[in-house]
């Protein structure tokens, strides 16, 4: 399984954000994906994952109530909608995807079988 990231970029704080990551090489429902993020000088953080069939989705609580993960396995997409983004959410996001839901009920940061390039989002202050 490939994953391509994208959407990432400038944005000012209060703004929003749509990152996508599309699968492609594999069957993307079976897996639980993960949106993490790595800030510079910071170990790599666990945003937001969604099972198989998006009946069960986790965040961290620096972004619950703020990001949205969704997916779309027509479309072999899984989306994370950013927004009142702050200047603390600056980081590289990367995809990640798990055979199975372990890894994101856990908020892992590692173990997932495929990763993303990453996407960079900068929110100014």
């Known amino acids: 399984v490939q994953l391509q990231a994208s959407g990432g970029g400038l944005v000012q704080a209060g703004g929003s954000l749509r990152l996508s990551c599309a699968a492609s090489?594999?069957?993307?429902?079976?897996?639980?994906m993960a949106w993490i993020r790595q800030a510079p000088g910071k170990e790599r953080e666990f945003v937001a994952g969604i099972t198989w069939g998006g009946g069960d989705i986790y965040y961290t609580d620096s972004v619950q109530g703020r990001f949205t993960i969704s997916r779309d396995n027509a479309k072999n997409t899984v989306y994370l909608q950013m927004n009142s983004l702050r200047p603390e959410d600056t980081a590289t996001y990367y995809c990640?995807?798990?055979?199975?839901?372990?890894?994101?009920?856990?908020?892992?940061?590692?173990?997932?079988?495929?990763w993303g390039q990453g996407t960079l989002v900068t929110v100014s202050s």
């Open positions: 090489g594999g069957t993307f429902d079976y897996y639980a």
């Open positions: 990640a995807a798990a055979r199975t839901g372990r890894n994101i009920a856990a908020s892992a940061t590692t173990g997932y079988d495929y």
